[in-house]
């Protein structure tokens, strides 16, 4: 029987990407993605609970991510999930987890005050896709 890794998240970016280049001149990307759960406890009362995901993309991708991706914009991310660990400043030993992106896609709703032209999907071959279209509504998504 065969396995699956795959993430699909929409959530809006906490901040720019940050693109770095590695010792052999890969370019890589990561930035967080905010997702919100929204409902209403016994009392009526409206909850939310925020959820950050860490993405990393890498070659074209990330170079992409760090030309189109803002801070606030709203995001359709589709890759697989990894874990990885290392040894902090202070010696201890740390594990995170973080999305792989093969795919990003900008959708409608960008930050407050921007101006957008267009909305193109980036796929991890740095392809540009105008045609792709998610299966969600922007009213579904949390802000």
Do not use: C
């Not at 594990?95 to 957008?116: N, T, Y």
Request: aromatic fraction near 8%; hydrophobic fraction near 35%.
């Amino acid at each position: 029987m065969s396995s699956l890794n795959k993430a699909i998240i929409i959530g809006r970016l906490g901040a720019d990407p940050e693109l770095r280049y590695t010792a052999g001149g890969m370019p890589v990307a990561t930035f967080n993605v905010a997702t919100t759960e929204t409902w209403k406890d016994k009392s009526g009362t409206k909850q939310d609970k925020t959820e950050w995901h860490r993405i990393v993309a890498w070659g074209k991708l990330g170079e992409q991510a760090g030309e189109f991706l803002k801070k606030g914009r709203l995001v359709y991310v589709e890759g697989r999930m990894q874990s990885r660990e290392y040894e902090g400043r202070d010696g201890v030993k740390r594990k995170v987890f973080e999305i792989v992106a093969s795919i990003f896609r900008m959708l409608g709703g960008g930050a407050p005050g921007e101006r957008v032209e267009s909305k193109p999907q980036v796929s991890a071959q740095g392809e540009i896709e105008d045609d792709f279209v998610p299966e969600v509504e922007e009213d579904d998504v949390p802000l």
